[in-house]
């Protein structure tokens, strides 16, 4: 089992920038791929970002050029960077750890963190 927590969220202007931090613990040798996902009040939980253990990093479109996703292996801990917030980035962002156990795949989300892009 691994254990997911987001924090960084927090009440930002438009075009301003944030910083999110997903922090695992547990069995994080079996992770291998992280990822941001996002969902605004009333509408279905979307994808942002995902980085694998390789270090090979996906965009989605509204993110692409804006948004850089990382991680510290060490610290096993994955960081959404955002820039040029827009009002429609705001929601709950969660984040998603992607183990695979003895050919199994197994999914873990955190409980998400709240950004609200706001003037």
């Excluded at 009440?11 to 944030?18: C, E, H, K, N, Y």
């Excluded at 955002?82 to 695979?100: I, P, V, W």
């Excluded at 050919?103 to 998400?112: E, I, S």
């Amino acid at each position: 089992q691994v254990q997911v927590m987001e924090s960084g969220g927090g009440l930002v202007q438009p075009g301003g920038s944030l910083r999110l931090a997903c922090a695992t613990s547990g069995n994080t040798f079996s992770i291998v791929a992280m990822g941001w996902y996002r969902q605004a009040p009333g509408t279905q939980r979307e994808f942002v970002a995902t980085i694998t253990d390789r270090g090979t990093t996906t965009y989605s479109a509204s993110a692409q050029g804006r948004f850089t996703v990382s991680r510290d292996n060490a610290k096993n801990t994955m960081f959404l960077q955002m820039n040029s917030l827009r009002f429609e980035d705001t929601g709950a962002y969660y984040c998603k750890a992607e183990r695979m156990e003895y050919g199994v795949r197994y999914d873990n989300w955190g409980q998400g963190t709240q950004v609200t892009v706001s003037s």
